[in-house]
């Protein structure tokens, strides 16, 4: 019995130190206090076409094509990167982080289902042609590294996009440094 009393008071003592840490969370703050940053929040454009990316702590530019579809860069947090999409033919996924071209050689390489062709390659580039059996689907893809000092950003196309040449090579240009103000 004694046992039993022991684990309710536990309980007991445990539900109420969360009643008052949520009642202190609640805040009686007031509205000049900081509020978090938004990672939902869209990056606004420069001009009609340049979206800066400073407020996802990425100093740089991206110089979207007119495709006839306002740009929008917005974070997407379970994959930890900014996305920026203009209509069917532009996508991008930026990350900050290390490139590991050899990685992504080895997957074309050993892909069972796509025959994958590099069309360029430079130290800072991978541009490669993915093709389904029976010329199902052609579909252009890349890897570019953007180094600024001494943090290096990954510009990739976004996953599950049908890109032709031409929207690769405008989104390989599209991405630059944000000039020192």
């Given at each position: 019995m004694r046992l039993y009393f022991r684990g309710m008071k536990s309980s007991i003592l445990c539900i109420g130190s969360l009643l008052l840490f949520a009642a202190c969370g609640q805040g009686?703050?007031?509205?000049?206090?900081?509020q978090p940053a938004d990672s939902t929040a869209t990056a606004p454009p420069i001009s009609a076409n340049v979206l800066d990316l400073s407020q996802f702590d990425m100093p740089l530019l991206v110089n979207v094509p007119e495709k006839g579809t306002a740009?929008?860069?917005?974070?997407?947090?379970?994959?930890?990167?900014?996305?920026?999409?203009?209509?069917?033919?532009?996508?991008?996924?930026?990350?900050?982080?290390?490139?590991?071209f050899a990685r992504l050689k080895a997957d074309l390489e050993r892909d069972m289902l796509l025959k994958n062709t590099i069309v360029q390659e430079a130290p800072e580039l991978l541009l490669y042609r993915s093709e389904y059996p029976n010329e199902a689907g052609v579909f252009m893809h890349f890897m570019q590294v953007v180094?600024?000092?001494?943090?290096?950003?990954?510009?990739?196309?976004?996953?599950?996009?049908?890109?032709?040449?031409?929207?690769?090579?405008?989104?390989?240009?599209?991405?630059?440094p944000k000039p020192a103000s």
């Open positions: 009686g703050g007031s509205s000049a206090d900081a740009p929008l860069a917005v974070m997407n947090e379970e994959m930890g990167q900014v996305e920026v999409r203009a209509g069917d033919h532009f996508g991008l996924a930026i990350k900050e982080m290390e490139p590991d180094k600024l000092g001494a943090r290096t950003f990954v510009v990739e196309d976004l996953q599950n996009g049908r890109f032709n040449e031409t929207d690769a090579k405008e989104m390989v240009a599209a991405v630059m």
